[in-house]
């Protein structure tokens, strides 16, 4: 699966990275990355983030696509590019969400 995201130059964490030289914090990356899997897959819940690395900027405006591989339903690898640059990559741990 594939999706993108972009944030935008007034989020609001933003003003404090870093004054005069905005960048996108990886816990916001990190959140629109579970978001993103949530929405094609309602009915789990995010259970734990077992891996996250962060390897280049992301700057406000610009577009993040993430490429994710699910190995079964548990289980998530996911690699997040802004052109041909690597932002991120990961494992994200999800279970389903009890009736």
Request: charged letters at 20%; a negative charge; aromatic letters at 8%.
């Amino acid at each position: 699966m594939e999706a993108h995201f972009t944030v935008s130059l007034d989020h609001p964490a933003l003003p404090g990275h870093f004054p005069g030289n905005p960048i996108v914090p990886g816990v916001v990356i990190l959140d629109e990355i579970v978001h993103l899997w949530l929405k094609a897959h309602p009915g789990v819940r995010l259970a734990g983030v077992p891996a996250a690395k962060f390897l280049s900027v992301l700057r406000p405006g610009e577009t993040c696509q993430v490429e994710f591989d699910a190995a079964g339903e548990e289980s998530v690898k996911f690699d997040c590019f802004s052109g041909d640059r690597r932002i991120a990559q990961g494992r994200l741990l999800f279970a389903p969400v009890a009736p």
